[in-house]
């Protein structure tokens, strides 16, 4: 927790503000009034368990879901509803599942992340204007000094297909950095990667800090989560369970509860073993519900345990829904 | 497990039936190629009934001509397999697949053409013994090159406790990896940079030849001379490629690119000047104003990737705009704008109506887009049909079109009538396909200069995923409605040329689907048989495109039947098309040799 100390030095602007973000996919409450905020220079993590809305709520964030209810302002100005708008504002990101422009080269795929920053338009283009090739090579030169600083600047001219897993990641951000954000969000960032890979991803998302811009990181990797963020928000079935350090998140026996399960008091008798078998009979209901509104996550935490965790919450959503 | 492989392999070896010494096999299809050559120069019939006239010792004619070009090319790959000084060069990539496809050349072309005589005149008596030596002699090289050793591919045999169908389709499967791997060559080895000016030179040379090719194929006057052509310069193509001079040339136009652009434009502008009546400058215009409108449709379909099924109606827009203003006698306007004006009216008209088309249709993806994107079009042409002042407003006389269009008078030069500069005669059509060649000028370099730009960028990263392309800063659809409407721009300039030269516009020329090129099936077709996303491709796509329904008019219906299997075997064998983007053909051979650094790729 050293970092702390070195970002709550400055006068810390609220960057993002968002406010009872709610949505409803039909009768399923996917992220029910969460609210958020980000400074800058802040860290922040978001965790939860899969299927607890943590994607749903980037997604309203960055204009890919219109929230049901709430707004969500960035440097207090409400965000418009459209994610290019978003991304021109200032926030940028990346996706759970790596969404790179495979068959564009590594270098072109950073300059696509320049467009909302540069304005020559088409005219300018055919006619070559004067301004043309000033901006072009000046968009060249900022692409590949992001290259540099995540360390891809001697395959600027491979095809971003051609890349290793770990680098398509930091490629990701590359791009997303490109258009100057303010705030990056960066959903599950380490997914699939190796512990060295991971702590080269720490070490990145620190010198982004540094940079001046703030993070709102999606993780399941604990270890991770808690070396880097200066508060962390736990979200559990769209619902915001405790915000805090990450002390006071990691020391929550809820938030243990939701990963873990709660544990049983004294031995577990028969009838505590049908009733847990009716709450995952019925969260199995609920997860056919829940289907199309979630991403599919592709790490799963202790497989016995979240229909336990799925079950002691399931009700309350219910009770949302009517 | 490796006895059994090479068991396989031997027994596919033996199947072959070709068991020679490899230098035997050498030897043969070299000699056999020089054979082929002399052969020419003898008698192959005895009548001149049959075209071109194969009857004369002494000097070949017609399709011996082909012939004798297969033949000299598998010499010259035979003896630059021996590593005969000075002729290495020639085979950069490894002479031996080389040499193959052109005695496969060299075999078809005099298979076809004894079998061409022998119908046409009614049997094999009609051939002379020369054409006997010719036949001959093209087998021997065929089975010499047959023969030449490989590097036979690692094969599982079938598994026998599949069922016989399971294990047919093994072996068969077996079967293509060893044609495969006969046909195989090595990607040839960086050339050693020459002097700029040599480099130059080449290209310009090259481009000579590629003239002489291209002006040789539009001119055959009869049908199998035609078919004879398309067989020698299809195998002839591939020749050329696995030994490694394709790839040679692409990397002196990439290090040379506008030399190569102005040299391709100045061989195209020559073309008119080699022709000594009309009768040629009009296929070649009307290739010029079908390949332009297949380049226009790229942008549309190869960078931004949206399927467009109705394109042939911008090409109407324009051809109408511009015949309504050109003072015909049908159009009710009555105006007589100057060129210049007509085609920028044109244009624009295109424009705006790509845009009002666009707008709508534009927030639709993939198949949707291309189901509307074909009803507009067809609305296009029926509303065309019903403006004849009956069923609708009178503007552009229903069904029999607007007819009598003036003849293009730009500046005081009369595009009807025929001039004489420097000697040569340019007539009407050459004319136009002066004109045209500068309207191909334009798209080309809209085309280059769109791609390699932010907005180029754009397109392609929606073509690539529209969801990330948005979440990146780009407003998908004003990018999009900017690549509609470029496109449709490009096709409305192509169509006011073409309502001058065609003097007639009517409706049933802007159709989705028809027999007789400009439509949108065919611009379809054109770009995705030349290669999706490069300049090149739907430009020679367009061009194959055009002149192939045209020269085989005598097969009739048989022809768009032929059309249909042969599109389909091209896409399965070649599904990036002829001229390929790099991107995609990475993108569908994922066997292809992988971390390739792409620079300026394909465009």
């Known amino acids: ?322 | 497990m490796t006895s059994t492989t090479t068991d396989i392999t031997t027994k596919a070896a033996t199947g072959d039936g070709i068991a020679l010494p490899e230098k035997a096999a050498r030897a043969l299809a070299t000699g056999g190629g020089a054979l082929t050559v002399i052969s020419c120069f003898l008698a192959w019939t005895w009548t001149a009934a049959y075209p071109g006239n194969l009857t004369v010792y002494g000097y070949p004619g017609g399709l011996q001509w082909l012939v004798l070009v297969s033949g000299a090319l598998t010499t010259l790959f035979g003896l630059s397999s021996y590593g005969i000084k000075g002729l290495k060069w020639l085979t950069p990539g490894g002479a031996d697949a080389a040499v193959k496809f052109a005695a496969l050349a060299t075999l078809w072309t005099t298979l076809f053409t004894a079998w061409s005589i022998s119908d046409t005149l009614g049997g094999l008596v009609n051939l002379e013994p020369g054409g006997f030596v010719a036949v001959a002699a093209a087998l021997a090289t065929y089975l010499g090159a047959r023969a030449l050793p490989f590097e036979r591919p690692v094969l599982d045999p079938a598994d026998p406790e599949d069922s016989t169908w399971e294990q047919y389709k093994h072996n068969a499967r077996n079967r293509r990896e060893i044609v495969k791997a006969a046909y195989a060559a090595k990607a040839p080895a960086p050339a050693k940079p020459l002097p700029a000016w040599a480099e130059i030179l080449v290209i310009a040379a090259v481009l000579g030849v590629a003239l002489g090719v291209f002006t040789y194929g539009i001119t055959t006057p009869y049908q199998e001379l035609f078919i004879g052509f398309l067989i020698t310069a299809g195998f002839g193509f591939a020749a050329l490629h696995k030994a490694g001079l394709i790839a040679r040339f692409t990397t002196l136009t990439a290090r040379h690119r506008n030399v190569a652009l102005v040299g391709a434009f100045v061989a195209a502008a020559a073309f008119p000047l080699t022709q000594t009546d009309d009768q040629y400058a009009t296929l070649g215009v009307n290739i010029l104003i079908f390949a332009t409108v297949a380049l226009g449709l790229n942008i549309v379909v190869g960078l931004t990737g949206l399927l467009d099924l109705g394109y042939v109606a911008f090409l109407g827009v324009g051809a109408y705009t511009a015949a309504l203003v050109s003072g015909s006698p049908n159009s009710p306007f009555g105006v007589h704008l100057p060129f210049w004006a007509a085609i920028l009216l044109g244009a624009l008209a295109s424009m705006v109506f790509g845009v009002l088309i666009g707008a709508p249709t534009l927030r639709l993806r993939g198949d949707y887009l291309a189901i509307v994107t074909l009803g507009f079009g067809e609305i296009f042409r029926i509303s065309m049909n019903n403006m004849d002042g009956k069923s609708g407003p009178d503007i552009t006389n229903g069904p029999n079109g607007i007819a009598g269009v003036p003849n293009v008078n730009l500046f005081g030069f009369d595009f009807g009538a025929a001039h004489t500069i420097a000697g040569f005669t340019i007539g009407r059509f050459a004319n136009y396909f002066l004109l045209m060649l500068a309207i191909t000028f334009i798209v080309v370099m809209v085309f280059r200069r769109s791609a390699e730009s932010r907005i180029g960028r754009a397109w392609v990263a929606i073509r690539e995923d529209e969801t990330a392309a948005e979440a990146m800063g780009i407003n998908g659809f004003r990018v999009k409605l900017i690549a509609f409407a470029l496109g449709a721009t490009l096709a409305g300039l192509a169509g006011a040329v073409q309502a001058h030269v065609n003097y007639t516009v009517t409706p049933d020329q802007y159709v989705f689907a028809n027999a007789v090129p400009p439509n949108s099936a065919f611009l379809l077709a054109a770009v995705v048989l030349g290669g999706m996303g490069t300049i090149s491709g739907p430009l020679v796509g367009g061009a194959l495109l055009f002149l192939i329904p045209n020269k085989l008019q005598g097969m009739g219906d048989l022809q768009l039947f032929a059309f249909g299997v042969a599109l389909i075997v091209l896409m399965r064998l070649r599904p990036e098309g002829i001229i390929p983007n790099r991107r995609n053909q990475l993108e569908l051979h994922k066997d292809l040799e992988a971390p390739t650094v792409l620079s300026k790729a394909g465009a």
């Not at chain 1, 590359?174 to 303010?182: E, I, K, M, Q």
């Open chain 1, 1 to 322: 927790m050293t970092t702390t100390t070195t970002t709550t030095a400055a006068p810390a602007e609220t960057v993002l503000d968002a406010r009872g973000v709610t949505m409803r996919f039909g009768g399923l409450t996917a992220v029910k009034n969460v609210d958020l905020t980000v400074r800058s220079g802040e860290i922040v993590g978001l965790i939860g368990p899969n299927g607890a809305g943590k994607t749903t709520f980037f997604n309203c964030l960055t204009g890919l879901y219109i929230p049901t209810e709430g707004e969500v302002r960035y440097k207090g100005t409400v965000l418009p509803p459209k994610s290019f708008k978003v991304t021109s504002a200032g926030i940028a990101r990346t996706f759970q599942n790596i969404r790179l422009f495979n068959n564009m080269t590594v270098l072109e795929n950073v300059l696509v992340g320049r467009h909302t920053r540069t304005k020559e338009g088409l005219w300018s283009a055919l006619l070559r204007l004067p301004g043309f090739h000033k901006e072009e090579a000046a968009s060249r030169e900022k692409a590949m000094e992001l290259l540099e600083f995540i360390g891809l600047a001697h395959k600027a001219e491979h095809l971003a297909r051609n890349l290793p897993y770990g680098e398509q990641r930091k490629l990701e951000i590359a791009r997303a950095l490109a258009s100057d954000p303010g705030l990056i969000l960066l959903d599950e960032p380490t997914a699939g990667m190796n512990p060295q890979e991971t702590r080269a991803a720490e070490e990145l998302i620190f010198a982004i800090r540094d940079k001046g811009i703030a993070v709102l990181v999606i993780e399941h990797d604990m270890r991770f989560i808690f070396n880097l963020c200066d508060r962390v928000a736990c979200l559990v079935q769209g619902e915001k369970l405790i915000e805090g350090t990450a002390g006071e998140v990691q020391s929550d026996e809820r938030v243990v509860a939701a990963y873990l399960g709660e544990p049983f008091e004294g031995a577990p008798g028969a009838e505590e073993v049908a009733e847990v078998e009716a709450a995952e009979a019925h969260a199995e209901e609920d997860h056919e519900a829940e289907a199309p509104a979630d991403t599919p996550a592709d790490d799963t935490p202790a497989d016995d345990d979240t229909p336990a965790a799925d079950s002691t919450t399931s009700t309350t959503t219910d009770g949302e829904a009517k």
